[in-house]
C-alpha cells in the first residue's frame, strides 16, 4: 500500500512560478519510477514528467524547457517545479506511482494560471 499526497497547488500570474510536492508513504521498501500527471475538466489525464530512481527524467514537450522533476528517495518525496506558467497550464496535478503492479494516485491539487 502506498499513499500519495500533493500540495504546492494555488492561483499564480502568466509567467510566475510554483513548485509541487508529492509525499509518498506506506508499506512499500522502494518506489521505482514516480510521475507528474494533470487534467482538465472533460479531458483525460495527461503525462507531465516522469522520473526514475536513478534521476533519469523525462518531459512532456510542452513543459520541457519550463518544468523540473526531481525526487528525494530518503524522504520519499517527488517535487514538480514549474516556470513561465501559462494560462493552459491551469489542471488538478496528481502524482503517481506503480508499486507491485498496482496505480496508485493521490488526491491532486489545483494549478490555476490566470491574471
Known amino acids: 500500500q502506498v499513499q500519495l499526497v500533493e500540495s504546492g497547488g494555488g492561483l499564480v500570474q502568466p509567467g510566475g512560478s510554483l513548485t509541487l510536492s508529492c509525499a509518498a508513504s506506506g508499506s512499500f521498501y522502494s518506489i521505482r519510477n514516480m510521475a507528474w500527471y494533470r487534467q482538465t475538466p472533460g479531458n483525460q489525464r495527461e503525462l507531465v514528467a516522469t522520473?526514475?530512481?536513478?534521476?533519469?527524467?523525462n518531459y512532456k514537450d510542452s513543459v520541457k524547457d519550463r518544468f523540473t522533476i526531481s525526487r528525494d528517495n530518503v524522504k520519499n518525496m517527488v517535487y514538480l517545479q514549474m516556470h513561465r506558467l501559462k494560462p493552459e497550464d491551469t489542471a488538478v496535478y496528481y502524482c503517481?506511482?506503480?508499486?507491485?503492479?498496482?496505480?496508485?494516485w493521490g488526491q491532486g491539487t489545483q494549478v490555476t494560471v490566470s491574471s
Open positions: 503517481n506511482t506503480i508499486n507491485l503492479g498496482i496505480n496508485y
Open positions: 522520473i526514475t530512481r536513478g534521476g533519469n527524467a
